[in-house]
């Protein structure tokens, strides 16, 4: 079995100050070990925060929430894949939901975004899900899958290792409905059975994470669930106590 990946995507959340007291908290009640890996998502300008509160503790990652898929030039507001791996940024989340509908991200935009974080040396986290209307018409697997193929338009089989899946049906996020852990291992297993026809022998190396309204009392039943390798957490990631207790399940 995988090591299980804990992510917290602060989304637009907790200032410089507020993310170091955060982290006096969370480190307190997260001493090191070697069974779990925790990925951190602050907003870009919280993100030199965290890296000085967690000098001491590399064990702890760092991803950033967002890039533009050049590397440099005339882009107003946008971080690059390099600059995002200079700031001391090892992941990214591309095509995060809220990306895609509330920013107008394509699947093409996606695809490019993946390819340069690669190019980057940024491990990309390709976000994936349908809405509750594709639910309710029987449409997720052929909706998730035809995200999933788009975004690993660019990656190669040797790119494997630099790549993870989430998924997160966009009618759990941030509403407090949950996917079953049925419904997570059903979409996880169609995710890595087409990964398989994507990426052949790497495909095996792709984890592949749940997120949508996890909290304490899911945590556990939905990470137990099959082909489920870690959980993408918004909301209950912004309390220290409450983040510590989802990454010691
Ligand atoms: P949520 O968000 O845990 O608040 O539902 C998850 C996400 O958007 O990654």
Not at 125 to 142: F, H, K, M, Y
Request: contains cysteine; hydrophobic residues 45%; glycine residues 10%.
């Amino acid at each position: 079995m995988r090591q299980p990946i804990f992510a917290a995507n602060w989304k637009m959340n907790h200032a410089p100050a507020d993310a170091a007291v955060f982290m006096r908290t969370f480190l307190a009640h997260f001493g090191k070990r070697q069974d779990r890996s925790v990925i951190f998502f602050p907003p870009a300008l919280t993100f030199g925060a965290v890296v000085g509160a967690l000098k001491d503790r590399p064990d702890i990652l760092l991803g950033v929430q967002n890039i533009h898929w050049e590397d440099k030039g005339a882009f107003t507001g946008e971080n690059s894949a390099s600059i995002a791996r200079a700031s001391g940024a090892k992941y990214v989340l591309v095509g995060h939901s809220e990306r895609r509908h509330v920013f107008g991200e394509t699947d093409e935009q996606v695809a490019k975004k993946v390819a340069s974080a690669t190019r980057a040396g940024l491990t990309a986290i390709v976000c994936v899900g349908e809405t509750g209307a594709q639910r309710e018409a029987g449409e997720t697997t052929q909706v998730v899958l035809s995200q999933l193929r788009a975004a690993f338009a660019h990656v190669t089989n040797a790119e494997a290792g630099n790549v993870m899946v989430a998924y997160e049906p966009v009618w759990a996020i941030g509403t407090g409905k949950t996917a079953t852990p049925l419904d997570a291992s059903t979409a996880h297993i169609a995710l890595r059975a087409e990964l398989g026809r994507i990426l052949d022998s790497g495909s095996l190396a792709v984890p592949i994470l749940y997120g949508g309204s996890v909290n304490r009392g899911n945590a556990a039943e939905l990470l137990g669930a099959p082909d489920v390798d870690g959980l993408l957490v918004g909301g209950a990631s912004l309390d220290a106590e409450g983040w510590a207790s989802i990454v010691l399940t």
